[in-house]
């Protein structure tokens, strides 16, 4: 059975700064690729950050490049998102989630398909 246990979420002001943790278990072995995805109200699910557990690449969502980091520590099963320079346009539910299907690109990889995910956590950024 897939666990997620997400915390740090919360409220900041523009510019600010939050670091989300979510540790799993129970996942299956061939979804090895674990991390992020949001949904605001009234718009499409996006992919945020995802790692992968076998060889720590990483995939990032371009309207957080630059911005966002995600580490792993596989020991612990536990992913980390700390968020910096955050924007009004960050604010959304933060799911924790696994990659199911991902796409090969020249230089990485992209999320395509979604297994499991957690119950999220609120992300909210305003002045």
């Known amino acids: 059975q897939v666990q997620f246990v997400e915390s740090g979420g919360g409220s900041v002001h523009p510019g600010g700064s939050l670091r989300l943790s979510c540790t799993a278990s129970?996942?299956?072995?061939?979804?090895?690729?674990l991390g992020w995805v949001r949904q605001a109200p009234g718009k499409e699910r996006e992919g945020v950050s995802f790692i992968s557990r076998r060889d720590g690449t990483r995939y990032y969502g371009s309207s957080v490049k630059g911005r966002f980091t995600i580490d792993l520590d596989n020991d612990k099963n536990t992913v980390y998102l700390q968020m910096n320079n955050l924007k009004p346009e960050d604010t959304a539910v933060y799911y924790c989630?696994?990659?199911?299907?991902?796409?090969?690109?020249?230089?990485?990889?992209?999320?395509?398909?979604?297994?499991?995910w957690g119950q999220g956590t609120q992300v909210t950024v305003s002045a």
């Open positions: 989630a696994t990659v199911s299907r991902a796409l090969l690109e020249v230089g990485g990889w992209r999320p395509i398909e979604y297994g499991d």
């Open positions: 129970g996942l299956p072995v061939e979804h090895y690729r």
